[in-house]
């Protein structure tokens, strides 16, 4: 039985479990009783501390109850074989490791080689599996200064796990070697080669063969062609919710309101995809003949024909027929960050986990679209036509305003001095241009400051929430956010709010109230 500490509440949605060691958090996650609740999207474990999120209108009480209830129950580990992972043990690291363990390198590997390992849970990176073991002999911090570059199938050591990494990225964990495994396969029904709970051994062998390359022979598309993309162009839907336990988040459009509008005025359900505009910029030839709609920040369109030499104002929300020929040209936005397109029928995409979201932290889903690019569009499905303008739902800023964003606080504003709830509140925050779909980055006079000084162990975290690095300068996560973090949450912006956080430009100042 592992009974949590306490719940804490993260927002109106969500609710962090905590533990009093990884191993009763691992114990706790085992156990959770089925079914689930009705209305729970992930379930995250992490170090200490179990995130639950569910739909607002879930009760928040139910959440807790079942939490509670399943501590209550006997766990029954479920003995499956341990997945075997093929190692060679040449990584950068290891004579350091070695020397800083007071080990042989021939020691550190055998060590290594010999473990039962389980997985305690995911994050980082889609498929990166948290690696525990009994035996602590391995147990060695990060390195002073993260890699730029750390293949995919380093095999790396950090505090009291293992892990391998699904894919290149930058990263601070001792290298002991490299495995030909692949982590993240999105081919495959279960995508994560590892899950919370699974047990792994490690194999020690002396020579690995490079997969081959997989040849991409996807089919011609008609639709639309890219001339220019503007500062960022992407694809995105409604995103992949229920991924988080295989270190996935959701994603999807930074704007969910402005992206529903636009799918609406075109008569498509809001699961169909858009292309998302940032600032604007983006100019799009049309190779047949569509309906769309533009919505979000106001970036002005128009309708170019080259060939009669005119050009047509396309109407904010309003269906708008575009014949083949034709490119969509978008003037760079004065309002808002970000436009959403729509067509009739939806855009064509490959779709990862269910969804055609681009997330730019993981790098699931479509790639961002460049010059030249091409996108088809689906055919339109039997329907009454559209007619009615849809009005902007999301509000929009520029530059110059004061934004005032609703939050909840908690789960971690105990870790900082009584004055942080008014220091956040009265603070008039600048958002920095450095801010992107991961998180809107917040600049102010006097930083928070933190009372705990201790590490927190890695927990899971919410879209909105306002985390606060060493530096006291917020950084308000978006909707391309990890799925773990750091650092401590003082406080989460409402779902009502989020939205608007999408659409608010460098420059702008933000001031948060209390809900």
Known sequence: ???????????????????????????????????RPAGVVDIVPAARTILVTFGLRTKPSEIEAWLNASAMQQTVRREAAPIEIDVVYDGEDLDAVAAILNLTRESVIAIHASNSYRVAFTGFAPGFGYLTAPDTRLNIARRASPRPRVPAGAVGLAGEFSGIYPRESPGGWQLIGHTNAVMWDETREQSALLRPGDAVRFRAIRRSVRAAAVVDTAPEVVGITVIQPGLQLLMQ?????????????????????????????????????????????AEISFDIDAVIAVTGANAPATIVNEVLDTETVVTPGAPTAIAAGNALRFGFATHGVRTYLAVRGGWMGKKTLGSRATDTLSSLGPAPLRSGARVGIAPARPHDAVTAVVATPTALADATDVVTIDVAFGPRDDWFDASAREHLT?????????????????????????????????EGVVRGAIQVPANGQPVIF????????????????VPQHRDRLAQVPAGTTVRFRAR
């Open 1 to 35: 039985m592992s009974e949590p500490r306490r719940i804490l509440p993260v927002g109106p949605s969500a609710l962090l479990a905590e533990y009093d060691s990884l191993a009763a958090t691992m114990a706790a996650f085992e156990g959770l009783a089925e079914p």
């Open 237 to 281: 839907d409604r995103g992949r919710p229920g991924h988080a336990a295989e270190g996935v988040t959701a994603s999807g459009a930074a704007d969910r309101a402005s992206h529903d509008a636009a799918n609406e005025a075109v008569g498509n359900d809001r699961e169909s995809a858009t292309l998302e505009i940032a600032l604007g910029g």
């Open 426 to 458: 009265t603070t008039e925050w600048r958002v920095s241009a450095t801010s992107d779909r991961v998180g809107l980055r917040l600049e102010g006079a006097t930083p928070l400051r933190r009372t705990n000084a201790a590490e927190l162990p890695s």
């Open 478 to 493: 978006q909707a391309d956010h990890p799925v773990t973090g750091g650092y401590p949450v003082i406080a989460v912006v």
